[in-house]
């Protein structure tokens, strides 16, 4: 249980264009699903934080206007790079966390999407 | 905020033998430490994760120590094999509701047969 699909796994794309990366909880529900970007041999570091039904909390220094979030169900996110640069080449990996689980519970990860932005 | 160390960076040993990583946190309000698996190009998997009110756990081959006083827990890998060659990230909750997490910076570990 507790499955969280991300796609798309890879994607290539040409500078200046939009790119949007699917986060779906595919058994359980899920409130408030985690974006996070992850740069070679780094930690994770968290962009933003997708409520359902309400507008996405970013963290310092994360443009809202370039990653745009929608969490439109219990069940799927998702985050548009906008306007692409090759700057944003990175992998981007969300995560869920199931409705109703209680406050100290872990988060479940999707397996990632490589952006490359040429 | 909250903070997290981890250390080694990168880790080394033997197949069979055991690896141990330890990672120390600031907010003295965090109550909730997971452990997670990254292998290459995927996501992280928990593997094993601590409440404040115990102070370990133990699940087949791999253990998780807490010390609430000192701050710091460890995850503890038996008998390792070369499968559990992978990137370890150990977490702390961020806040009292445990919604975010404050990764470590990760640990390589490379177990060489």
């Known amino acids: 249980g507790a499955v969280v699909s991300q796609h798309p796994s890879r994607v290539i794309c040409k500078s200046g264009t939009s790119v949007k990366i699917e986060c779906r909880s595919l058994?359980?529900?899920?409130?408030?699903m985690f974006w996070y970007r992850q740069f070679p041999k780094q930690s994770l570091m968290l962009m933003a934080t997708s409520n359902e039904g309400s507008k996405a909390t970013y963290e310092q220094g994360v443009e809202k206007d370039k990653f745009l979030i929608n969490h439109a169900s219990l069940t799927l996110s998702t985050l548009t790079v906008t306007s692409a640069h090759p700057e944003d080449s990175s992998f981007y990996i969300c995560?869920?966390?199931?409705?109703?689980?209680?406050?100290?519970?872990?988060?479940?990860f999707g397996n990632g999407t490589r952006l490359t932005v040429t | 905020g909250e903070n997290v160390e981890q250390h080694p960076s990168t880790l080394s040993v033997q197949e069979g033998d055991s690896a141990v990583i330890k990672c120390t946190y600031s907010?003295?309000?965090?109550?909730?430490f997971p452990w997670y698996k990254q292998e290459l190009g995927k996501g992280p998997q928990l593997i094993i994760d601590?409440?404040?009110?115990?102070g370990e756990k133990k699940d087949q081959r791999i253990a998780v120590t807490l010390n609430k006083t000192a701050k710091h827990f460890s995850l503890h890998i038996t008998e390792t094999q070369p499968e559990d060659s992978a990137v370890y990230f150990c977490?702390?909750?961020?806040?009292?509701?445990?919604?975010?997490?404050?990764f470590g910076p990760g640990t390589r570990l490379s177990v060489l047969p």
């Open positions: 601590i409440r404040s009110n115990v």
């Open positions: 058994d359980f529900q899920a409130t408030t």
């Open positions: 907010d003295s309000a965090s109550n909730y």
């Open positions: 995560s869920a966390k199931a409705i109703g689980q209680g406050s100290n519970s872990p988060l479940h």
């Open positions: 977490a702390a909750s961020r806040d009292n509701y445990g919604q975010n997490f404050v």
